[in-house]
């Protein structure tokens, strides 16, 4: 069945330091993707998208890499900083359209 | 832009009591919006799919008639936990999508959750 998983139930890095973020998705009719960061007690706030026509996309300190030939979508945060500790998440449509499916979940630490 | 907010953001209730949570829109309109629910280290997992004017559609497993939904209007979605009971206890969240993207593939935007713990 459709399923989003990530490599790395954990990781920590320290403060400056570049933190990359896995995900591997199964379903290969999926056409887009969310990354979302969740801090302890609140809700998931939207990060960065990407859609399937595109293999790379760029935001403020964050960079998203989708390469569909292994399924596989990876978030990038540029000198991390404390306020980064999260749990991140990636996030994909499938077939099913607006429904999204959610990976386990990556708890990013960042040691001063 | 693109505030979702939810009400309350924690209850305690007695087991057997019904709970009602709300989730709105605050600068869009959302023709769809998303109930989760999210156990302690675990990923979100959908509940239903609540569509303005229409029932909401739900996941397999999931009990239509203890998790009531009604998205009355496009700028608000209501979840009532019946007779609730201490397995019910979760972090429930809601998003909502932007009727205007006029894409399948809307980005959904997250309310802050709330923590219901049934005793």
């Known amino acids: 069945g459709e399923s989003v998983g990530l490599h790395l139930p954990t990781l920590s890095v320290q403060e400056g330091d570049n933190s990359i973020i896995n995900c591997a998705y199964s379903n290969s009719a999926s056409d887009y993707f969310i990354w979302y960061k969740q801090e302890s007690g609140k809700g998931p706030q939207f990060i960065i998208d990407i859609r399937s026509n595109m293999d790379k996309r760029q935001g403020q300190r964050v960079t998203v890499l989708l390469n569909k030939t292994v399924k596989h979508l990876s978030l990038q945060i540029a000198a991390t900083q404390p306020g980064d500790s999260a749990v991140y998440f990636c996030a994909e449509n499938g077939s099913s359209g607006s429904r999204l499916t959610f990976g386990e979940g990556t708890q990013l630490t960042v040691n001063p | 832009g693109a505030v979702v907010s939810q009400h309350p953001s924690w209850v305690i209730c007695k087991s057997g009591t019904s709970v009602k949570i709300e989730c709105r829109s605050l600068?869009?309109?959302?023709?769809?919006m998303f109930w989760y629910r999210q156990f302690p280290k675990q990923s979100l997992m959908l509940m239903a799919t609540?569509?303005?004017?229409?029932?909401?559609?739900?996941e397999q497993g999931v009990e239509k008639d203890k998790f009531l939904i009604n998205h009355a209007s496009l700028t608000l979605s209501t979840l009532t936990v019946t007779s609730a009971h201490p397995e019910d206890s979760s972090f429930y969240i809601c998003?909502?999508?932007?009727?205007?993207?006029?894409?399948?593939?809307?980005?959904?935007?997250f309310g802050p959750g709330t923590r219901l713990t049934v005793l």
């Open positions: 609540s569509n303005e004017g229409s029932k909401a559609t739900y």
């Open positions: 998003s909502a999508r932007d009727v205007w993207s006029g894409v399948s593939t809307d980005t959904q935007y």
């Open positions: 600068d869009f309109q959302a023709t769809t």
